[in-house]
Structures are given as C-alpha cells and as structure tokens.
C-alpha cells in the first residue's frame, strides 16, 4: 500500500501562485510514477499533471501547460505541483495519485491505485 497526503492548497486570487505538496509513505517512492488530478464541483476528475519515476519525464494538461510545474524529491517521498498564473477555472479539490507505471498515471484515472484525499484549490476573481 502507498499513502498519500497532500498539502498547500488555500484561496489565492486570480493570477496568484500556490505549490501543493503530497508526502508518500509505505512503499518505495521512487518505485512509482506519481500524478495530480482535480476534481472541480460537479464535473468528473480530470488529469493536471504526471512525472516518472525518475522525474525525467512530465506531461500537462493543455489547460495548465506553461502554468503548472510538477516536480518530485525521490529523497524525501515527496512530489510538487507549482502553480502559477491561478485562474478561477483552476479551482477544485487536487489530488495526488500513484501508479507503477507512468503511462497509467498519464492516460487518465482508470486503473490509477492510489489516491490522496485531496487538498481544495479556490481562485477567487
């Protein structure tokens, strides 16, 4: 089993920055490739963000590309999700999500193991 908990989510303003934290314990970190997804009120959970195991590898959803930075620290079990240039369209609730292989993570939340609870992102206009 892995657990996740995530961190840093708040209300911020349009244009403003937040950086999410999600600390995983109970398996090898470096072992899974790891993902964020939001889930904005009624509507379905929705790929953001995916990095490999290594952190060579990242991929973006169109909406947050140039915005987001995802980015993990093998040494302390941890993955970030910077985000910057906030709009309201980013608020939901974030969660933090891993899988043994990267493309799982990257093709959508089917077959995705692992879930955080999540962390409420509000962007206020």
């Known amino acids: 089993q892995v657990q996740l908990v995530e961190s840093g989510g708040g209300l911020v303003q349009t244009g403003g920055s937040l950086r999410l934290s999600c600390a995983a314990s109970g398996r090898t970190f470096s072992n899974y490739a790891m993902g964020w997804f939001r889930q904005a009120p009624g509507k379905e959970r929705e790929f953001v963000a995916a990095?490999?195991?290594?952190?060579?590898?990242?991929n973006y959803a169109d909406s947050v590309k140039g915005r987001f930075t995802i980015s993990r620290d093998n040494a302390k079990n941890t993955v970030y999700l910077q985000m910057n240039s906030l709009k309201p369209e980013d608020t939901a609730v974030y969660y933090c999500?891993?899988?043994?292989?990267?493309?799982?993570?990257?093709?959508?939340?089917?077959?995705?193991?692992?879930w955080g609870k999540g962390t409420l992102v509000t962007v206020s206009s």
């Open positions: 990095i490999s195991r290594s952190g060579a590898r990242t």
């Open positions: 999500a891993a899988a043994s292989l990267y493309n799982t993570v990257v093709t959508g939340t089917n077959g995705v193991p692992y």
